[in-house]
């Protein structure tokens, strides 16, 4: 069993940056795949960002690829998203996730964080 914190949220203006983090306990951290999901008030959560067990491969949504981030230091369980050029679409709750399916659906990963709110103001 996985247990997840994120933190790092806030309120930001247009073009800003944040950097959120997501701390996990239990010693098989590394075997974990991890990800991002974010959800809108009115919408459902939406797939952000992934990353492999080890670090070697990413994903992005198509709407963050190339301002966002993702990284992990498995020594430190600890995973990240480092977020630049935030717009206004950018406003949600940020959850950290892990599971050991690689994938975009919600249902890949059975372990979810709280979840960090991030508000994009013009």
């Known amino acids: 069993q996985v247990q997840l914190v994120e933190s790092g949220g806030g309120l930001v203006q247009v073009g800003g940056s944040l950097r959120l983090s997501c701390v996990a306990s239990?010693?098989?951290?590394?075997?974990?795949?991890l990800g991002w999901f974010r959800q809108a008030p009115g919408k459902e959560r939406e797939f952000v960002a992934r990353?492999?067990?080890?670090?070697?491969?990413?994903n992005y949504a198509d709407s963050v690829k190339g301002r966002f981030t993702i990284s992990r230091d498995n020594a430190e369980n600890t995973m990240y998203l480092q977020m630049n050029s935030l717009k206004p679409e950018d406003t949600a709750v940020y959850y950290c996730?892990?599971?050991?399916?690689?994938?975009?659906?919600?249902?890949?990963?059975?372990?979810w964080g709280q979840g960090t709110q991030v508000t994009v103001s013009s």
């Open positions: 996730v892990a599971g050991l399916r690689f994938g975009r659906n919600p249902n890949d990963y059975p372990y």
């Open positions: 990353i492999t067990s080890n670090g070697g491969s990413t």
């Open positions: 239990g010693r098989t951290f590394s075997t974990y795949g």
